[in-house]
DNA sequence: TGTACATCAGTGAACGCGCGTTCACTGATGTAC
DNA sequence: TGTACATCAGTGAACGCGCGTTCACTGATGTAC
């Protein structure tokens, strides 16, 4: 009883709050984000409109917890697979201490089935600004967890001699969990980001479909060629 | 006067359908696409709402016709870009009849523009897909010409052997206007569209914004990368 | 264990808003003789 | 050149809708003695 320091009655709130959620996240499944409502959600969930404003302020505040929460759960994904990768390597030969990871490829991959999993989360986070929107800075956090991990699986080679390595060497404001990365994996961990969000987006929006190719082939093509470039671990 | 079939009616008419599809794009830079309102514009205008069902049969057949032309308006600049660059060739050195062209690097650079010049027109054309809404045959054949443009960018070198070259020899419906392009130089196109969609929509979502680095040198760095690709023209 | 009080979830009515769209109508612009 | 008619742009009122949000209130759940 004394174990925890929830009341009952926070423990309804977390529960009714999840719901809400829950049923927001179907609702932009089937309309997109713009068209979510809160009276819609009440309505779905046996209740009448005001009663959200019990456990939300108002819509953006709603919005708000269910971007963070599709951040934090990409970040847990990748930390997930950092962490099982690490613990694999360190299990089956000699631990040196850092070597494993996960891989670009392995990351990619899951990038791509938590893309694949819900399309509107992925581009409640990734598609079209909302205008007006600014996260607020507990998100902007939780970006850079996930940076983190990819710029770990960015281990690095040789550096280029100039040109864009020269100018990402002298400004990774955004690398300041790895200030000591080598520019080339900076390099390799934009490019990463960079083109699976191009060919991710493109997909989830439809735009291959009627092409007559396969995304995921597509997809994997990409992430090869990430392998193929100055920059990737060997 | 007999030179013309348009009546001045006819003119009007179209003068002013330009010009609510005009307040139509400003309201789009202000607020998003899914914001797009008749009576707002009509009330831009000095005009009542209703006026504006003279023009256009319902919201839905004005958004198609931005789309429409904002398609029509990149695939203008990637046409024109090849008709410079051929005239050009043709022009200094002797005149072969086929080779010249603008170029990947020069693509890349016209759709960059094309993309920084009115953000929300991409994100109208590549953004977040609005539910439920389908592109008629007309835009879709747009879509074509586009990638016509693009693969005749894309001069074929030495095709690799299997993999994902292999998947595309095989399903090339989308390259319809080019049934002989090497399976490389159709690669070649699809990394061309993705990569840059992929580092274009970061950069017009602010995704690199407060992270210190020059999106335009990660565009460019992400062209030369293409050059680099086996399957690139030399 | 029982009573008195405080907390808080949820309701229903209401406000004001802007939306897309329809309809009957006025008034100006063009056309035919 | 002048008159009679048809075309069509634009208006104003109206319909029905759903939205976010507020407010005063009821009724159940928890807490203190």
């Given at each position: 009883m004394t174990g925890g320091t929830t009341t009952p009655r926070e423990r309804y709130r977390q529960q009714v709050r999840e719901e809400v959620k829950e049923k927001a996240w179907q609702q932009i499944a089937g309309s997109?984000?713009?068209?979510?409502?809160l009276n819609a959600i009440a309505k779905q969930m046996g209740m009448s409109g005001p009663a959200l404003y019990r456990y939300f302020a108002n819509r953006d505040e709603l919005i708000t917890e269910l971007v963070r929460d599709a951040y934090r759960s990409l970040a847990d994904a990748f930390i997930a697979a950092a962490a099982a990768a690490e613990s694999d390597t360190a299990a089956a030969a000699?631990?040196?201490?850092?070597a494993g990871g996960p891989g670009l490829a392995g990351l990619a991959q899951v990038l791509r089935r938590w893309a694949l999993e819900d399309p509107h989360r992925y581009f409640l986070v990734y598609g079209t600004p909302v205008p007006g929107y600014h996260a607020p800075p507990d998100i902007t956090a939780i970006a850079a967890e996930l940076m983190a991990v990819l710029l770990d699986a960015c281990a690095a080679p040789d550096t280029d001699p100039h040109s864009f390595d020269d100018h990402l060497a002298a400004h990774r404001a955004w690398a300041g969990s790895h200030p000591d990365a080598p520019p080339a994996a900076l390099r390799l961990a934009l490019a990463f980001w960079s083109r699976l969000h191009g060919v991710l987006s493109l997909e989830l929006a439809g735009h291959f479909t009627g092409m007559g190719l396969d995304p995921a082939r597509l997809f994997q093509a990409e992430v090869d060629a990430l392998g193929g470039e100055p920059g990737a671990r060997p």
């Open positions: 997109g984000a713009s068209a979510l409502s000699g631990d040196d201490g850092r």
